[in-house]
């Protein structure tokens, strides 16, 4: 593996060089996050509206309300 690794290490592709290393281990999964990263994560998401986007129930696009599309939006 060593000499692959040596081979490849430093090769062009597309015009750019790339840097080739082991794998590193993978940490247990009770390490993988230790809590802080779910939890800054869900606060961040925690702000943000379920409105707009595709598969939001039907919901208008402009004013994120049930009832009509946003062509038809009052506002």
Do not use: W
């Not at 080739?20 to 998401?45: I, K, L, T």
């Not at 943000?48 to 696009?61: I, M, P, V, W």
């Amino acid at each position: 593996m060593e000499d692959a690794i040596d081979k490849m290490n430093g090769m062009s592709l597309d015009g750019r060089s790339i840097t080739v290393d082991r794998a590193q281990p993978q940490r247990s999964s009770r390490d993988r996050d230790g809590g802080r990263d779910y939890d800054r994560d869900r606060d961040r998401d925690r702000g943000r509206s379920s409105g707009g986007g595709r598969g939001s129930g039907g919901d208008c696009f402009k004013c994120g309300k049930p009832g009509h599309f946003a062509r038809e939006c009052p506002i």
